[in-house]
């Protein structure tokens, strides 16, 4: 799998949106770009994906670069339970296994 | 649905004892995942089935190590013998072929303490 490379933390304040970027330089062709997010004592939780066009549904939105070198998962009114690790992922179509890096550690403020 | 069932979700246990942690995926699933993390590692993939066959066991850390699938809905990732060092959280994830549309489930974790 493609690496993906994201800032270690960030912070935002409630009721704000929050810009959470993500940079694949190496991603192919047939990569799909891949949002989860954990939550404090609780498993990963899928967020959103793309291939190239951006995405929205109700949870955020996936604004993909033209190039595909980069995405940005935008929340659009962060609150205080959307603080949680934001792991940006890329995978295929053949491959079945997500390779999870460390990820953006999001902190919203009050 | 449920979403994939876990347990337990907590577990203490003495080095050297065996352990065997268990989950249920989402009916109709047919990928099964075996993450573990912790905080030095992150998240790393264990072993995953696809229609109750392991397809891939590299992440496996040693032969202490084993994962079963008998059937579509229940899986067992077994510790023998246990050691500190296996304390983490273990977390089970199913998907649908092309879950590329669909994505991962996960459960909730089994918090696994070695002392």
């Known amino acids: 799998d493609a690496k993906t490379t994201q800032p270690n933390s960030m912070e935002s304040n409630e009721e704000e949106p929050v810009h959470l970027p993500c940079n694949h330089s190496?991603?192919?062709?047939?990569?799909?770009i891949h949002w989860y997010r954990q939550l404090p004592s609780q498993g990963p939780e899928y967020v959103i994906h793309?291939?190239?066009s951006n995405v929205n549904n109700r949870m955020a939105s996936l604004a993909i670069a033209e190039d595909r070198k980069s995405s940005t998962l935008i929340l659009h009114r962060a609150t205080l339970r959307d603080a949680a690790v934001y792991y940006c992922?890329?995978?295929?179509?053949?491959?079945?296994?997500?390779?999870f890096g460390p990820g953006t550690r999001l902190s919203v403020l009050p | 649905d449920a979403g994939v069932i876990q347990s337990p979700r907590h577990e203490v246990t003495e080095m050297g004892q065996e352990v065997t942690l268990r989950c249920k995926p989402i009916?109709?699933?047919?990928?099964l995942f075996w993450y573990r993390q912790t905080m030095m590692r992150g998240l790393e993939l264990l072993i995953y089935?696809?229609?109750?066959?392991?397809?891939?066991d590299s992440g496996m850390p040693e032969d202490r190590f084993s994962a079963k699938m008998p059937n579509a809905s229940f899986s067992t990732l077994k510790i023998q013998p246990s050691e500190p060092r296996d304390s983490a959280v273990y977390f089970c994830?199913?998907?649908?072929?092309?879950?590329?549309?669909?994505?991962?489930?996960f459960g909730s974790g089994t918090r696994l303490t070695v002392v």
């Open positions: 089935f696809n229609n109750n066959v392991p397809i891939d």
């Open positions: 793309g291939l190239t």
């Open positions: 009916s109709g699933h047919d990928y």
């Open positions: 994830a199913s998907s649908l072929k092309g879950d590329r549309f669909y994505g991962y489930t």
């Open positions: 190496t991603i192919s062709g047939t990569d799909y």
């Open positions: 992922i890329l995978r295929d179509d053949y491959g079945q296994n997500f390779v």
